[in-house]
């Protein structure tokens, strides 16, 4: 089993930046994929950004040029750093790791965009 715990949402003006964290614990050994999704008000989640355990990582569309996604292996986190937020990406965010056929979410964490 692996356990995800997110930090760093908050409230952001439009064209500012937040960093969310996502440590993991338990088997972490295990993980092939960890990564980032979200859920817009009335919308269905979608995935933002994921980082595999050799390193590719993978972007929505969205998010490429303005969001990165990294990894340290140390303290188990990964990062996702967000510049030139929009008012639309206000959303709640997930961290998930899978883990063989496995996977586990996060509680996620509250992001809002001031426009």
């Known amino acids: 089993q692996v356990q995800l715990v997110e930090s760093g949402g908050g409230l952001v003006q439009a064209g500012g930046s937040l960093r969310l964290s996502c440590v993991a614990s338990?088997?972490?050994?295990?993980?092939?994929?960890i990564g980032w999704f979200r859920r817009a008000p009335g919308k269905q989640r979608e995935l933002v950004a994921v980082?595999?355990?050799?390193?590719?990582?993978n972007y929505a569309d969205s998010a490429k040029g303005r969001f990165t996604i990294s990894n340290d292996n140390a303290k188990n986190t990964v990062y996702l750093k967000m510049n030139s937020l929009k008012a639309e990406e206000t959303a709640h965010y997930f961290c998930?790791?899978?883990?063989?056929?496995?996977?586990?979410w996060g509680q996620g964490i509250q992001v809002t965009v001031s426009s």
């Open positions: 998930k790791a899978e883990y063989g056929l496995n996977e586990s």
């Open positions: 338990g088997s972490v050994f295990g993980i092939n994929v």
């Open positions: 980082i595999t355990r050799g390193g590719i990582t």
